[in-house]
């Protein structure tokens, strides 16, 4: 496995030959651009660059679609920053923002085919969308309605998982039926499945077992670890002395770091590693390098362990920034479009936010209905118990065999 450029050589022992502190975060965030590791076909700035590798998969990407790009990511920032609004108004008991991450999750899921599966972590808002999932139906999640509203076989799309790592496993079984039912190969209808996790979801073991198994059985799964430098309040650094996808090369398949705010170059990545996946060179490793421009969610209060500075500096690499500029410096797009995609970002919010308000509260007891596919005496009369305690506050009459009074 190489080492980043500027390590200390191993000399005389391997103390010796250890980085320093600077060093390993030297290596772990060497992403500037023009970096040979990072993928990137645009840049901040706005301008189309090359990549040999990779400009043969965004080439059919013309004006027309560029703009639906542009569409999804303001799309799905508005939607995501109206989450956090209505979590700050009550209405919601938490959100998870995405904010920054627009563009490693929209050029993934644009780059899936329909007949591919998702498993993502609990933040892939924008992934969601581009399998058709209406943003609305994310909200019994954070409104503690339900556990997604979503078909995840209609929409290839798996239930969010808040554990961390636990869908890595979930994601590599899948990928093995899909090789053990010949689903994997040269046809177009051959598949393959794509896994969402964050940095510090390296740490787990249920990563690295996901990335064992999928190895030795060469499994079509494209493990995608959007690294967003913080796993809450633990930095990058502090997970790991290589860079995240170098860890690739330990288990046997590739590893590719990519600029995770570049939705052009994370579209051609992913579509290339989906490819090799349907045709049996699975699994790959993808690290979308990107920057978590709000906090971990909205129960978190990143001032208290980064500095106010770093995020400045991401604020110059926004992702849906440069796509505006592109539009505009090389395909001339006037302002007409971008104030229809703001017109229609509005509205979206405001149908979200109706949606939220207008909830109904489900049923005290619906909790009951779906744990077990038959109901049983035991199961009733925990129902019936609690259906009492219940009622009890409308009547004040205290419960049968107790002495306590509701109030
Ligand atoms: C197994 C497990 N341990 C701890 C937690 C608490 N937890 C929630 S999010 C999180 C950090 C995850 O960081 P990362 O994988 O980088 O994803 P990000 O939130 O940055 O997208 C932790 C430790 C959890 N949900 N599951
Ligand atoms: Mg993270």
Known sequence: ???????????????????SRDQVVAGLKATDEGDPELVQLLTPEGERVSDPRFDGYASD?????????????????????????????????????????????????????????????????????????????????????????WDPKATRFHLYTIVIGNQVLNATGYAMGQKFEGKVGE????????????????????????????????????????????AISEPTERQSRVPLYKRAGGYGFPGIRVDGNDVLACLAVTRWALEECRSGNGPVLIEAFTYRMDAHTTSDDPSRYRLADELELWKLKDPIERVRVNLVREHHVGQEFFDEVQAESDELAARFREFCVN?????PDRMFSQVYAEPSPVLEAQRAAYLDYHASFETGEPLAGSSARRV
Do not use: K
């Open 1 to 19: 496995m190489s080492v980043p450029r500027d390590w200390t050589p191993p000399t005389a022992g391997v103390q010796e030959g250890r980085p």
């Open 61 to 149: 990407f013309d004006v027309d679609a560029l703009r639906g790009l542009y569409r999804d990511l303001v799309l799905v920032r508005r939607f995501d920053r109206e989450g956090n609004a209505l979590q700050r108004q009550g209405q919601l008991g938490i959100w998870v923002p995405l904010l920054g991450q627009e563009a490693a999750q929209i050029g993934a899921g644009r780059a899936m085919a329909p007949q591919d599966m998702a498993f993502p972590s609990y933040r892939e808002h924008g992934v969601a969308w581009t399998r058709g999932i209406d943003p609305t139906d994310l909200l019994g999640i954070f409104r503690g309605t339900d556990h997604g509203s």
């Open 187 to 230: 046809g177009p209808d051959s598949e393959a499945t794509i896994c969402f996790f964050g940095d510090g979801a390296t740490s787990q073991g249920d990563v690295h077992e996901g990335f064992v198994w999928a190895a030795v059985y060469d499994a079509p799964v494209v493990f995608y670890c959007q690294n967003n430098q913080w």
């Open 359 to 363: 909830m109904p509260q489900p049923a």
